[in-house]
């Protein structure tokens, strides 16, 4: 029988309709959903732990940073087959992306939570934990990185993202697909999932900023964020990665000081690259020295090139970590 830790952390999963205000708040306990995964016992023997009973808007990096290193106590004291952890949907694929950074193991380790809360006529938290426990049992989810398991779908910590705010299977990978499903009780891979890059960090250099471009923008938020002391800077520019030539001062005002931008794009599929030659255009912005994030979505993005920067300073190496094995066009940065 395969030993699974299942650490409890919050999220519409372990929440219920408050009467008096009509909304979802944490209510449940661990032991208490575990309750509701009746059969569980015949797939796995399952430990339980409660880290929090927080909503994810209420995570922090430091609270991800205390997560991960309760998560690698409890892997090194319980030796377990595989992991399960809960949490809530809104900035669960920033945690698990982290995980899947900065944690270098074999053993599975699967985030699951819930888009419709303990009150709510089909609670989908049981079935979702029973799925991820039986996922994390098998030993076909062994070396695949971090897992995120919503709705019978697996899909790869990397590449997945929240695409609905409200549906069961809000939790997809764009372009692709999942890696898999989980039918009956079985898990079954349809395709790899092995390009990854995982580095151990004990301190996260946070220190980075998002920003969304729209039409018209100008230079002002690039400057500011600069002057404020960020370290990195995500821009989830147009199309293939361009942005108007009005931001174009501030991005190489950012560079200027020493700071590493990132552009990835503000469409839901596909990658940036170095397309278009006119003013704020990839190609001009990958010759002023700004490094490209594939399909990242910015805010997993962000998580990169905070990991990135708490390894490397200078601007070639975090470039060389930040689009390792990416297929990148060689830059010719002439800054
Ligand atoms: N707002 C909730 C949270 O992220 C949503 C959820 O868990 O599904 O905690």
Redesign the pocket.
């Known amino acids: 029988m395969k030993k699974i830790v299942v650490i409890f952390n919050?999220?519409?999963?372990s929440m219920k309709v408050d009467p008096k205000i009509k909304a979802a708040v944490p209510s449940l306990t661990g032991e208490e959903i575990m309750h509701m995964v009746t059969g569980i016992e015949k797939h796995a023997e399952v430990k339980s732990y409660n880290f929090s009973s927080f909503?994810?808007?209420h995570m922090t990096m430091e609270k991800m940073m205390e997560l991960r290193s309760f998560t690698l106590k409890i892997m090194e004291e319980e030796n377990p087959d595989g992991v399960v952890i809960t949490h809530?949907?809104?900035?669960l694929e920033e945690t698990a992306f982290l995980f899947d950074l900065t944690i270098d193991t074999e053993i599975p380790i699967v985030f699951t939570?819930?888009?419709r809360s303990g009150s709510e006529l089909g609670y989908d938290g049981p079935s979702n934990l029973a799925q991820s426990i039986v996922t994390a049992s098998s030993k076909e989810s062994r070396g695949r990185g971090v897992l995120v398991c919503l709705n019978g779908e697996l899909n790869a910590a990397q590449e997945v993202t929240k695409t609905n705010s409200l549906s069961l299977n809000a939790f997809r990978t764009p372009s692709f697909g999942p890696l898999g499903i989980v039918d009956n009780n079985r898990v079954i891979y349809y395709r790899s999932n092995d390009v990854r890059q995982v580095e151990d960090i004990d301190v996260l250099e946070t220190a980075v900023a998002l920003v969304k471009t729209v039409a018209g923008m100008d230079s002002s938020y690039l400057k500011f964020l600069t002057d404020q002391g960020a370290k990195g800077i995500v821009i989830e520019a147009f199309g293939r990665g361009n942005v108007p030539p009005q931001m174009v001062e501030g991005i190489r005002y950012a560079l200027s000081k020493g700071i590493h931008v990132v552009i990835v794009s503000r469409c839901y599929e596909g990658r940036v690259y170095g397309s278009y030659g006119y003013e704020g255009g990839g190609k001009h912005l990958r010759t002023m020295g700004v490094i490209f994030g594939d399909s990242l979505p910015g805010q997993k993005a962000r998580i990169k090139l905070m990991v990135a920067l708490s390894l490397y300073h200078r601007a070639e190496d975090v470039r060389d970590w930040f689009e390792k094995d990416l297929y990148m066009e060689d830059s010719e940065w002439s800054n």
């Open positions: 919050g999220g519409t999963i909503p994810s808007p809530g949907t809104d900035t939570g819930a888009m």
